[in-house]
């Protein structure tokens, strides 16, 4: 039988230094194509999940697997192009500031040796659905913390990973915007069977999109509502933001994708 899981945690513990574990006894199986919200009061351990996930800090102890392979004695290479099946996105965005906002969203489509054709296409058609078309040769230092945040999430979705993680992505945006991105993630999910980690503060948002959560407190981690069920359907939001459809979009991206792997 087809093992169908993306990430896996096995008595996994972390910490910094030789400070205490910031997470304790940490076993959890996440299926390819599930979509869980994470939360937990600032400070709890929903980054440090994150940045384990990633590949950015080692376990102190326990095992991690990610799309079935054991992660803790991988090389730099191997866990590099493990990191080509994964996006991240960060509260400090982490942009280059001698790029344009064009050039910080082309970046991974370079890394993997793109034409500068088609990396102009598709990144153009990204930046016109985060609504930032018209910002894609500014440099990333002018942009709002909002603004910069929906460049960062360009960068993330153009390479259409299959395991996206995102810290906060909404935290700095309207409620209009907000929409716009959760869209664009429920899409991936829907569309691609991306599998998503969203950490937020947002109780609106965890009300409003009906997906599971994961629970970090007192350095544990807990899953509530449905673990282990069918992703749930995410239900409309009362204020939809005006632009592309998002189904539109990503068959489009998804079309457009397909015609590079087969030029």
Not at 124 to 135: D, I, Q, R, S, T
Not at 201 to 223: A, G
Request: aromatic share 8%; net charge positive.
């Amino acid at each position: 039988m087809e093992d169908n899981t993306a990430i896996s945690f096995a008595n996994v513990g972390a910490r910094y230094d030789n400070a205490r574990e910031v997470l304790s006894d940490v076993s959890f199986n996440i299926s390819s194509g599930a979509f869980y919200f994470l939360s937990g009061a600032s400070g709890a351990g929903k980054t440090t999940l994150l940045r384990l996930i990633y590949q950015l800090h080692k376990p102190s102890r326990g095992q991690i697997k990610l799309f079935g392979h054991v992660t803790n004695d991988m090389t730099r290479d191997e866990i590099a192009n493990l990191r080509h099946k994964m996006a991240i996105v960060f509260q400090e965005y982490s942009l280059l500031s001698h790029m344009s906002v064009f050039d910080n969203v082309a970046l991974p489509l370079r890394v993997r040796g793109l034409s500068e054709a088609k990396i102009k296409k598709l990144v153009l058609k990204v930046l016109e659905w985060v609504g930032l078309a018209k910002y894609a040769d500014a440099n990333p230092k002018t942009l709002s913390g909002g603004q910069q945040q929906r460049v960062s999430v360009a960068r993330a979705i153009i390479i259409q990973p299959s395991i996206l993680l995102a810290d906060e992505p909404t935290g700095n945006l309207d409620d209009e915007n907000a929409s716009r991105l959760m869209e664009l993630f429920v899409q991936m999910n829907k569309t691609f069977g991306t599998t998503i980690i969203l950490a937020t503060h947002s109780t609106k948002l965890m009300e409003t999109y009906k997906f599971p959560v994961i629970h970090v407190e007192n350095h544990k981690v807990n899953f509530i509502g449905t673990h282990g069920s069918k992703t749930p359907e995410a239900p409309k939001v009362t204020k939809v933001w005006k632009g592309p459809k998002p189904q539109n979009y990503f068959s489009e991206l998804s079309k457009q994708f397909e015609d590079i792997g087969n030029a």
